[in-house]
């Protein structure tokens, strides 16, 4: 896996964004099978803490995800199935998020610069992560009630991003 460029990003882009809704579905059954866990994380329960605080957001938060997934399966191919990666380093990934959540909790600094730090074993997707930003940024905007949950969207948006670069790395290896 290697950081996409303004080329490539845009291609997976506008691949994403010409589904249909049949083709979006199939992509998104397709994942929930292949990935319950991270499926029921990224589609259940950060969307539901999004929305206690804004509905539309957690919407656009589904959104982006979409996105995302079809970025990585665009760029880089079909991803490993859950049962194809080992419960170890399924535990690994859980143990990894909750220390970087940790570590910037208790510091001052964005997830995403504590991320850019740690960038040893990481593949980051600046591109990406600005597009995702912008994006949020620009929804934001549109009405002020919405405000107040963009940085856990985009906190959200980073941690599932990484964790997607984690699972194409660790399926190269």
Known sequence: MHELTTPELYKALEYARSLDETEGKKIIQKFQTDQPILSQMVFSFFPMTISQQNQEMSHLFMDLCFDIICVYQHAF??????????PEWLEQQAEF???????????????QEHFEQQKDNQ??????????????????QEDKRRKSTVKLTETMLLVVTHLFS?????SKI
Do not use: R
């Open 123 to 140: 593949v980051n997707q600046p591109g990406l992560i600005n597009f995702i930003n912008d994006s949020i940024d620009e929804f934001a």
């Open 97 to 111: 998020m909750s220390a970087q959540l940790q570590a910037v909790t208790s510091q001052k600094g964005s997830l």
């Open 166 to 170: 984690n699972i194409y790395t660790h």
């Open 77 to 86: 191919g079909k991803a490993p199935t859950q049962s194809q990666l080992s």
